[in-house]
């Protein structure tokens, strides 16, 4: 156990002092020793790492051999660890144009701030070159483009990247590492694809594929094409894929071009750095919570084991309590003082030291003592919870068979070994053996418990002596002594045995009971004392507890039952299904005893078929003989009557018995001094009837006994109902229109004369009305002529001249000339 947890207390040492190893990383890029300026200008990638990184890596470790002691699997999460906290981008040697290659990739850094949105690095300012494969060293002759873009997997302070990331993301990042050393526009469509995956937006990779978008027309994209064709809704995806698809288009000339010279001025540094940075803090804050929280769980752990060695310390303990009560109950000689002897390294009992096939005890562990077991438990085997568990085990199975000992010799397991015969006889009784020692070992551990749990306490013993003496003088209802209650008790046995004991509505239960107890009735009068009063004080308090069972059993289906009915009330207003069909029953009794059937032709109680039987066949006759009236008179071959003097019919006796019933209702009522005329009930029955469907009468004839009863009935009741609402509909249909002929209007009704008196003055006066017309037409016309005339006159005087004027003009005319 000590070892145990000194190898837990080791494991979180080590992790601390990996933890302080990332953190002196920290402290070293925030100082900055990653910063691009303090790089190294060439060489492999595992030179450019910070000094930090190299110290922890080229350092001699003093914890070298804890580490050995450690899984495979903890020792490539630690260093996956300490390689999360070293910069650069890669821990693997790579070539020299690898190596300038990932130096501008990291130009372009995720900004946890953002869902898809990436932050431009600063440019490398370790000397560049050019790309091509001479590797020559010439500077560019023009200006140089910005240097294509590098993306990471979004990563934010809460949930960043394990150490041990998967491998496809390492493959992911690979592939799309050397996909940009090519131009985008050559792009097929898959590495499109790895592409967008490896920049956080992996749900819409199967949108690009479906859409066949290689590299060049992934230049060309715009923001509609994004929203309408591809179906990207969410703002931030969007502008995200369109700022990376513009540094992807911005580094396209880096990639032909020539890179800038080692004497180059470098550019100015910007914040990527302290970004970087506080990732990295983010991180190693989260992978130091999750060892705080296996230092806990491992803990627990050890504390776990230390109590279950106290457990199991406990048990043996119990155990060897209990081999020492067996050993006193049964008289046994002590297991200290027992002969034992060694033959093949198993336990011979001295009683049978010649036998040459040992009793052992059956299980996986096997071993003579419990003592010698412990030690050599001891002494082989590490201390774990799991070797607690088997020793707990072992010590149970070798108590239940040093218990089995008190009543099976070890000679007579012996000789059952030794019996002759074949190897599969010899294993048949081995098996049989190991049988019969597994059940005498289960009834010595049930003993065993019991030992334990109810300890032979003379006190006890004889307070439960006394109650059960005087619950069995309060069942017998009398004062009894000693002398009277074995005769008392053995009366009440042979009432159980005879099934006299209940009540009288519990007759039978009794007599189901008697045969139960039959056999531990025996025992009971076998036994004596103390004994005997216990076993039947049990018996008597286990009947009473199951006839107050059988009460409370039968209360609640009392209770059911009625709650049942209340819901069925409720459910069908107010009558239940069963009460309904009683009541139609009884209705459809009366009605047909009006028909002058009598009440015991309805006995459907007995095994023969009720006499309303052939009663119900022969008026079905008489409704399908009226049915086949009815449908030649709609054919226009008969008048739609039936006679119901025929011979088929007066056979039945239907006639005469409700003809009895009408002579008897008659007189009933002249004496009662009531003058209304009975109603013939059969015919009245088979018109209705006759107003069913073929198919109703069909399934009335097919049908038999109490059901044919109740449906014959109810398709009488249907066709007064629908008689009833036919006169009811004619009434309602009458009233509607007498109230609609009081709402129109009134109008005179005339008679031919004055009809044609009417037309007469009619046409006078529309003579007249003409004759007017024309006479006014005449005298407007004279008027007209008489005012033309008028004008006329008055025209021809005013051109005629008058004397007067006529000599003045013509003595100026002289007297001009």
Request: hydrophobic share 35%; glycine share 6%.
């Amino acid at each position: 156990m000590d070892e145990h947890i000194f190898h837990y207390e080791e494991d979180f040492q080590e992790e601390g002092s990996v933890l302080h190893d990332r953190q002196a990383d920290l402290s070293s890029e925030q100082d900055g020793s990653l910063l691009p300026s303090h790089r190294p200008e060439a060489g492999p990638a595992h030179s450019r790492r910070p000094a930090s990184a190299q110290a922890n890596s080229s350092r001699p470790s003093a914890q070298q051999p804890r580490k050995a002691s450690r899984t495979p699997a903890a020792a490539d999460e630690q260093e996956a660890c300490l390689q999360t906290g070293r910069s650069g981008s890669s821990s693997t040697a790579r070539p020299e144009s690898d190596t300038d290659m990932l130096d501008y990739m990291n130009n372009v850094a995720y900004d946890p701030g953002r869902s898809a949105q990436y932050v431009a690095r600063p440019s490398s300012p370790t000397p560049e070159y050019s790309m091509d494969d001479s590797g020559s060293d010439t500077p560019p002759s023009s200006t140089r483009s910005p240097p294509p873009p590098h993306y990471a997997r979004p990563q934010t302070a809460s949930t960043s990247r394990s150490p041990g990331f998967s491998s496809r993301e390492g493959l992911l990042e690979n592939k799309v590492q050397g996909q940009l050393q090519k131009p985008p526009c050559d792009w097929t469509v898959p590495e499109v694809c790895d592409w967008v995956d490896f920049i956080g937006l992996g749900q819409y990779r199967k949108k690009f594929l479906h859409s066949y978008i290689n590299g060049r027309i992934l230049l060309k994209v715009t923001n509609d094409h994004l929203k309408l064709d591809l179906g990207i809704a969410p703002l931030g995806h969007r502008e995200g894929l369109l700022m990376a698809i513009a540094d992807l288009a911005s580094a396209r000339p880096a990639l032909r071009g020539r890179r800038r010279p080692t004497s180059a001025p470098q550019e100015r540094l910007s914040d990527g750095a302290a970004i970087h940075a506080e990732q990295q803090r983010n991180h190693l804050l989260h992978e130091l919570e999750k060892a705080n929280a296996r230092a806990a769980h491992r803990k627990s752990v050890a504390g776990q084991a230390m109590r279950t060695a106290a457990l199991a310390d406990a048990e043996i303990q119990r155990l060897a309590g209990a081999v020492a009560d067996l050993e006193l109950r049964f008289h046994l000689p002590p297991s200290s003082q027992r002969p034992l002897s060694r033959q093949g390294g198993q336990l011979v009992d001295g009683i049978d030291c010649q036998g040459t096939i040992p009793w052992h005890p059956a299980g996986r562990c096997i071993s003579p003592s419990p003592e010698s077991a412990k030690q050599k438990v001891r002494d082989h085997q590490p201390t774990t919870p799991h070797l607690i568990h088997c020793t707990s085990q072992w010590h149970q199975e070798t108590g239940a068979q040093l218990a089995v000992t008190a009543s099976l010799s070890y000679a007579q397991a012996v000789q059952a070994r030794r019996s002759p015969g074949p190897r599969q006889a010899a294993a048949s009784s081995t098996f049989l053996s190991r049988l019969h020692l597994d059940i005498q070992g289960r009834r010595a551990r049930l003993q065993a418990k019991e030992a334990s749990m109810y300890a032979p306490d003379p006190v006890s013993v004889k307070r439960r002596h006394e109650k059960d003496l005087q619950f069995l003088r309060q069942c017998l209802g009398d004062k009894l002594g000693d002398a009277e209650m074995d005769a008392a008790i053995d009366d009440i046995v042979y009432r159980y045995q005879s099934g006299e004991a209940g009540d009288e509505k519990d007759r039978e239960i009794s007599r189901l009971q008697a045969a139960t107890f039959q056999k531990q009735g025996d025992k009971i009068k076998k036994l004596g004392g103390a004994r005997k009063l216990e076993k039947l004080a049990a018996f008597i308090r286990t009947d009473q507890f199951l006839q107050r069972y059988r009460t409370d059993l039968n209360s609640r289906k009392l209770r059911i039952s009625e709650l049942a009915k209340k819901w069925d009330r409720l459910l069908y207003g107010g009558m239940l299904p069963e009460d309904k069909e009683a009541a139609d029953f009884k209705a459809c009794k009366a009605h047909w005893e009006g028909c002058g059937w009598d009440a015991s032709d309805f006995d459907y109680h007995s095994a023969a078929p009720a006499p309303a039987e052939e009663k119900f066949d022969a008026l079905l006759k008489r409704v399908q003989a009226l049915q086949e009236a009815q449908v030649k008179k709609a054919a226009g071959s008969g008048n739609g009557q039936v006679d119901w003097s025929a011979t088929a019919f007066r056979e039945d006796g239907l006639e005469e018995q409700q003809a009895a019933k009408l002579a008897e209702v008659k007189h009933e009522a002249a004496e009662e001094g009531k003058g209304d005329a009975p109603v013939n009930l059969l015919l009245q029955s088979v018109e209705m009837l006759a107003r069913c469907r073929k198919d109703e009468l069909d399934k009335l004839t097919a049908s038999q006994g109490y059901k044919r009863c109740l449906a014959m009935y109810r398709a009488l009741q249907t066709q007064r109902f629908i008689d009833f609402t036919s006169k009811d509909l004619r009434e309602r249909e009458a009233k509607m229109a007498s109230a609609l002929a009081a709402l129109a209007p009134r109008r005179k009704l005339l008679s031919q004369g004055e009809a044609d008196a009417f037309l007469n003055r009619l046409l006078n006066d529309t003579d007249r009305r003409r004759q007017r017309q024309e006479e006014l037409s005449k005298a407007a016309a004279h008027a007209e002529l008489a005012k033309l005339e008028a004008g006329r006159a008055a025209l021809a005087a005013l051109r005629t001249p008058s004397r007067a004027t006529s000599r003045p003009a013509s003595s100026r005319g002289r007297h001009g000339a």
